[in-house]
């Protein structure tokens, strides 16, 4: 992990109305007179891969929203060990549950260069007292966060499915939207965390997965995996019924 000031991390305030993700986003239901509100009060900032955007149990002033790159949402064992909870990219909102505590539940991370958005508490909680507008995407991004976490249990760290089939269900969750051939890269460490699984297992399934023409390094970018999304669908599809 690496520590990084907020002053080194700022990029200036963001542009609300023409932000690329802002339909993904929380206010891509505002309208014009809205965005008035806003000014001058949400900030650009780009960390680093491996920098700290907050710790668990820091006070929660901010929620955030990545525009680009990616995040990791960690808990950390009394021993130490990290579990990796979710990974967040393009249009993600979180640290949500500054809105209903006084701390956040996780530590953040960036796993690549990431551009965020920072957001006031105080500017969400008054804007969704005062514009019914905002009501609406603030329950759909919190049902989403709960829904993703239920995913990645039932897909990811529960059941009976070997090391390989967790990896290929990781994979494609690590697709990305805008092109679905690329993927998140993640460290056999962090693919250990999200699984419950020892590295040694991990690279054994990405090794079967390389040789099978599945998977591949992205040659323009350290941080990302070229997948055969089609091919490793095919993988987990449950059998036909006759």
């Given at each position: 992990?690496?520590?990084?000031?907020?002053?080194?991390?700022?990029?200036?305030?963001?542009?609300?109305?023409?932000?690329?993700?802002?339909?993904?986003?929380?206010?891509?239901d505002?309208?014009?007179?809205?965005?008035?509100?806003?000014?001058?009060?949400?900030?650009?900032?780009?960390?680093?891969?491996?920098?700290?955007?907050?710790?668990?149990?820091?006070?929660?002033?901010?929620l955030?929203?990545?525009?680009?790159?990616?995040?990791?949402?960690?808990?950390?064992?009394?021993?130490?060990?990290?579990?990796?909870?979710?990974?967040?990219?393009?249009?993600?909102?979180f640290?949500?549950?500054?809105?209903?505590?006084?701390?956040?539940?996780?530590?953040?991370?960036?796993?690549?260069?990431?551009?965020l958005?920072?957001?006031?508490?105080?500017?969400?909680?008054?804007?969704?007292?005062?514009?019914?507008?905002?009501?609406?995407?603030?329950?759909?991004?919190?049902?989403?966060?709960?829904?993703?976490?239920?995913?990645?249990?039932?897909?990811?760290?529960?059941?009976?499915?070997?090391?390989?089939?967790?990896?290929?269900?990781?994979?494609?969750?690590?697709?990305?939207?805008?092109?679905?051939?690329?993927?998140?890269?993640?460290?056999?460490?962090?693919?250990?965390?999200?699984?419950?699984?020892?590295?040694?297992?991990?690279?054994?399934?990405?090794?079967?997965?390389?040789?099978?023409?599945?998977?591949?390094?992205?040659?323009?970018?350290?941080?990302?995996?070229?997948?055969?999304?089609?091919?490793?669908?095919?993988?987990?599809?449950?059998?036909?019924?006759?």
């Open positions: 992990m690496r520590a990084i000031t907020i002053k080194s991390a700022w990029h200036g305030h963001s542009d609300c109305q023409k932000c690329g993700v802002r339909r993904s986003a929380l206010f891509a505002l309208v014009e007179s809205d965005f008035a509100l806003l000014h001058d009060q949400i900030d650009d900032f780009d960390y680093p891969s491996g920098a700290v955007i907050y710790h668990a149990g820091a006070h929660g002033e901010w955030f929203t990545v525009r680009s790159g990616a995040v990791k949402l960690v808990r950390y064992g009394a021993d130490g060990t990290q579990r990796i909870l979710r990974i967040l990219g393009r249009g993600d909102v640290g949500l549950e500054a809105l209903v505590s006084p701390a956040y539940d996780h530590t953040s991370i960036a796993l690549s260069p990431v551009a958005c920072r957001i006031p508490r105080v500017l969400v909680e008054r804007l969704n007292r005062d514009t019914p507008r905002l009501q609406k995407p603030l329950l759909e991004h919190w049902h989403a966060a709960l829904a993703e976490a239920d995913a990645w249990l039932a897909e990811l760290t529960a059941g009976h499915a070997d090391v390989k089939t967790r990896v290929v269900r990781l994979l494609l969750r690590l697709a990305d939207d805008v092109e679905p051939g690329r993927a998140i890269r993640l460290s056999l460490e962090d693919i250990g965390a999200i699984l419950g699984a020892a590295p040694e297992s991990a690279s054994r399934a990405l090794g079967i997965l390389r040789r099978s023409n599945l998977l591949s390094d992205a040659p323009d970018s350290r941080y990302h995996w070229l997948i055969d999304r089609a091919g490793l669908k095919a993988l987990v599809a449950p059998p036909a019924e006759d």
